[in-house]
Antibody
Framework: QVQLQESGPGLVKPSETLSLTCTVS????????WSWIRQPPGKGLEWIGY???????NYDPSLKSRVTISLDTSKKQFSLKLTSVTAADTAVYYC????????????WGQGILVTVSS | AIQMTQSPSSLSASVGDRVTITCRAS??????LYWYQQKPGKAPKLLIY???SLQSGVPSRFSGSGSGTDFTLTISSLQPEDFATYYC?????????FGPGTKVDIK
């Protein structure tokens, strides 16, 4: 059974880069979409983007200029980088896997709270 | 981007009640609609894909219907573990967009 676990700093300073990693266990990293979704405190879900195992990426237009998702198949990890962060980027960040369709997210990681503050 | 709305934004119900949540898209999305359940402090969980297909392992009291712009999630007999927030998601057009959520709590 696939399991995902997010890791990374819980506090990032404004204007710096948020970097998170999702480690995959229990299955191959191939033939899947690997996504990031976030949820600001007390608010709804926001799709950030995904990477397919071929390396193809797709990002939300509102974040596209600041986001990079990459994949390390040897480590069974995928990563999120978000540059020039502000307080508005404070959120719980989730990683998730999809098969067949990019938004059929299952399973999800447990989530990691990232706070942007000086 | 396609805008998703949900109604009601919250509801109170009792165990055993039949509950219906509505999701509406700002334009037709065929049946490219997903439902997710999120409990406090937990990651969302996939319930329904393709508007009406039940994800493996999800209890049969959950069902989805609809096509085009109007969709519903129905819980036929609400159980204590169903108190949560429910989100719809469209993937018909890029970018994928979530609805704002419907919180179901105990009456």
């Amino acid at each position: 059974q696939v399991q995902l676990q997010e890791s990374g700093p819980g506090l990032v300073k404004p204007s710096e880069t948020l970097s998170l990693t999702c480690t995959v266990s229990g299955d191959s990293i191939s033939s899947s979409y690997w996504s990031w979704i976030r949820q600001p405190p007390g608010k709804g879900l926001e799709w950030i983007g995904y990477i397919y195992d071929s390396g193809t990426t797709n990002y939300d237009p509102s974040l596209k200029s600041r986001v990079t998702i990459s994949l390390d198949t040897s480590k069974k990890q995928f990563s999120l980088k978000l540059t020039s962060v502000t307080a508005a980027d404070t959120a719980v960040y989730y990683c998730a896997r999809s098969v067949v369709v990019a938004t059929r997210f299952d399973p999800w990681g447990q989530g990691i709270l990232v706070t942007v503050s000086s | 981007a396609i805008q998703m709305t949900q109604s009601p934004s919250s509801l109170s119900a009792s165990v055993g009640d039949r509950v219906t949540i509505t999701c509406r898209a700002s334009q037709a999305i065929r049946n490219d609609l997903y439902w997710y359940q999120q409990k406090p402090g937990k990651a969302p969980k996939l319930l329904i894909y393709g508007a009406s297909s039940l994800q493996s392992g999800v209890p049969s009291r959950f069902s989805g219907s609809g096509s085009g712009t109007d969709f519903t999630l129905t819980i036929s007999s609400l159980q204590p573990e169903d108190f949560a927030t429910y989100y719809c998601l469209q993937n018909y057009n890029y970018p994928p967009t979530f609805g704002p959520g419907t919180k179901v709590d105990i009456k």
